[in-house]
C-alpha cells in the first residue's frame, strides 16, 4: 500500500489485530484519518473491532506506535529517539528496547523487558518537575516503547568533558538531582544508576534526573542486582536490597568527580559522609543530602564539617534568628524596642525575598548581558545578606545558569568551526593551513591530540560529529607532512570513537596507504567494519579513492537519495577512471547543483573537456574551479593546459610555474593512475615547458613559505 490508497481487507484486519508493520500501521493511521469517524467506527467493526467500543476507542486499543527519527541516546536498556507525536501535534522523545540479542537467553530478554515497564510506570508514579513525564506507551517494529517529554540539554558528563564546571552551579545542579531523587526516596523509591550521562541540564540550569529502568523498591528483597559499576555504593555491587543510601553514594561521587581539582573543606566533608563505605554513616536519603547542599549555599558551613563548640555555636547564630535576637533581650523596653526593630527587619527582609526571588527567576532570560547583569546583582545581594537563604538561591541558580550559557555558547562556537571546516572539505577539498585548523578546533573541543597510554581516552560523544572530525584532521595531517600526529589521530579514534564502525575507521586509518595524492581503500576486516554504518560510509567516501566496494556503497545511497554529493563525486571518479565521460559529465553537473560552492564539479567537467579536446571549455571549467579555489594545483594545470591551447600561452606558463616543477614532474614519471597525470601531459602537449628538477611529489597545495629572520 502507498500513498492514501484505500488498504486491503487483509491489511485492515491485520490493523485491528496489531499485527502490521509501523509503516504499513501509519499509512492505515492517515488513511482512516480523512473518513468520518461514523464511517472510521463501521471499517474498523467490519474488520475485527468490536462496534459498542466506540469510534475512537477501537484505534487506541491496538498497541501505539510512532516513527522513530534521530538517535538522541543509547543507554543498557533502550535507545531513545527524536520522534512527532501525529496525533497531538508535539515533539517528543521516544525510548525504545534494544531488541533481544542473537546470544542473549529468552529468561534475560523478559527481565528486561519487564524493567523496561517497570521504568515508565515508575516515572508516571513520581511526579516530579525534574522527572521527564511519561506522554504515552506503545509499541515500535513489536519492541516495547513510550514517549516522554523531549529535553533541550545537555548531560552532566558532557558538561563536565567540555571543560571546568564552577563550585556554585556544580553544587546547584546536583542539590537539585538530589532534591528530585529524595522525592523517590520519600515514596520509597530507590533510582540504582545515578552517573554523569542520566543527569540532563536544560538551557534554564533546571536538572532532569533520567533512566529510571534499573530503580527498584526501599527492601526488595528479589530486585535484580543493577547499576554501573563506577557508580555503585560497596553494597550494590554486592547484590544488596535497594536503599536510599545507595544512591546517596553516587551523588556523592558525582560531586566528588567534579570537584576532582579543588574541595571546599565543608563539601569535602560532605563527600567523605556521603561516600562512606558503610551505610549506617552516610546521610539518610537524598533529601537530607540535599539539604546539606542547600546548608553549604546559604551559609557557606555543612553539618559535616567538623567544627568546635565556638564554630557550631557561631553557626547556630548563623541560622537562628530568634536566637540572634533573645540574646539581645534584657528589659521589657528592650524587647518592646527589639519587637519594633524586628518588624522593621521583617518587612526589609519580605523585600529582600521578594527581591532575590525576581532575580532567581531572571535565570530564564536569554539575552547574555541581561543574564549577566542580573547574575551580578545577585551576587551583591548575597554578599550583603549572606543569612538569607534566597539570595543565595538565586546567586547559586543565576552562576550556574551563566556558567551553563558559556559553555552553550562556547559549543555552539566548535559546532560552527566543525560544520565550516566540513564545508571546507567539500568545497576546497585541501587548503594552505589546514592542518592547523583541524589542530586547533580539536584542541578547543578537548580532543586529547596525544594521550597516555596507561589509560584509554574518553570516547568522544555518540553524535559523530568530533568523530568525523578527527577522521579529516588526520587527512590533513597525512597530506601536509605530519604522519607522527596523523597517527595519533587514527589511534584516537580506534580506542575512542563512539561506535565500532568509527573505530573500525580509526584502525583502517592507522593502517593506510597513500596513491600519489590520494588514500588506498584496502580490503580488511576494518575497512568492512567501517563501511557498516552509514555516518563511516559518507567519511570514508570523501576521504578515499574510488574502489569497487565504495561505489557499490556510493550507488546504493544515490539510490535513496540522487542528490547526495558524495556519492555523487565517488561515482564520477569512477566513471572518469573508466573514461566514461557523458557520465561524469552528468553527475558532476548534478553535483554541482547540490553543491555550488565546491571544486569537485567543475574540476571533473574540466576533465571531461579535456578528454573532448574542447579547449574553451577546459578554460571555462578549470577557471570556474579556481574562482573557488586559486592554489589548487590540479586546476592550475588545467587551466595553464586550457589557456595555452587558446594561444596564451604566456600566462598558462606563468600558471604552471607556480607548481614546484619536482611535483610535476613525479606525476610524469610515476604514471600511477592519478587524474593530475593527465593535466601534466595536456600542459606539455600544449607547448608548456617544465624545468628540470628531481621528481618529488608535493601537495597540491604547499603551505606558504615562513619569513626568513632579518
Known sequence: MSGLETPSSDT????????????????????????????????????????????????????????????????????????RDRRLGRDVALKVLHPRRSDEPLEAFLLREAAFHREARTIADLDHPGIIPVYDIGQVDGLPAFTMKRL???TLGELLAAGPVTTIALVEFLRQAAATVGHAHARGVVHRDLKPDNLVIDDSGAVFVLDWGLAGRIGETDAPRAGTPAWMAPEQQTGASPDPRMDVYALGRLLAQGLEIARPPALNA???????????????????????LNRWQTEGLTLALDLSPVERTWLRLRRSKQLRMSLGLGTLAALLI????????????????????????????QDPQALHAAAGEARELHRQ???LPAAAAASARLEAAVALREQAAAAAAIRAELDR???????RATWAGEWGEWSALLTKAGIPMDHPGDRPPTPLPDDGRLAE??????????????????????????????????????RLLGNTAFRAHDPVFCHCVDSDGALASPATTSVLLALYAPEPRLVAAAERRLEQDPGAFWPLITVARAAQAAQDWTKVQRLALIASGA??????????????????????????WSARGLAIHPDHGELLVLQAAGLARLGRTTEGQALLDRISPGHLRYHLEHPLGHPMELGVQAALAAGLTIPPAESALGPLVPEPAKPTAP
Open 152 to 154: 533541550h540539554g545537555r
Open 338 to 365: 527589639a519587637g519594633s526593630v524586628a518588624w522593621n527587619r521583617d518587612q526589609q527582609r519580605q523585600l529582600l525575598i521578594a527581591q532575590a526571588t525576581r532575580l532567581g527567576a531572571s535565570a530564564e532570560i
Open 385 to 387: 545578606h549572606p543569612e
Open 270 to 292: 560532605v563527600i567523605t559522609r556521603a561516600c562512606a563505605g558503610e551505610p549506617s554513616r552516610r546521610y539518610p536519603d537524598a533529601t537530607a543530602l540535599a539539604e546539606e
Open 421 to 427: 571546516l566540513v564545508a571546507e572539505v567539500r568545497n
Open 469 to 506: 572530525a578527527v577522521a579529516y584532521a588526520w587527512r590533513a595531517a597525512m597530506q601536509h607532512g605530519q604522519d607522527q600526529e596523523g597517527a595519533r589521530l587514527a589511534r584516537l579514534l580506534a580506542m575512542a570513537g563512539p561506535d565500532p564502525a568509527w573505530q573500525a575507521l580509526g
Open 595 to 620: 553543491a555550488p560552492g565546491s571544486l569537485r564539479p567543475p574540476m571533473l567537467l574540466a576533465y571531461a573537456a579535456l578528454a573532448r579536446q574542447d579547449w574553451p571549455e577546459l578554460a571555462a
Open 12 to 83: 485492515l484486519t491485520a490493523y485491528c489485530a496489531g499485527t502490521l508493520e509501523a509503516a504499513t500501521c501509519v499509512q492505515v493511521d492517515a488513511w482512516l484519518d480523512t473518513l468520518d469517524e461514523s464511517i472510521q467506527a463501521e471499517v474498523l467493526t467490519r474488520h475485527g473491532i468490536d462496534r459498542h467500543q466506540g469510534a475512537l476507542a477501537p484505534r487506541d486499543a491496538a498497541p501505539r506506535t510512532w516513527e522513530p527519527g534521530a538517535e538522541l541516546g543509547r543507554g543498557g536498556m533502550g535507545t531513545v529517539y527524536a520522534a
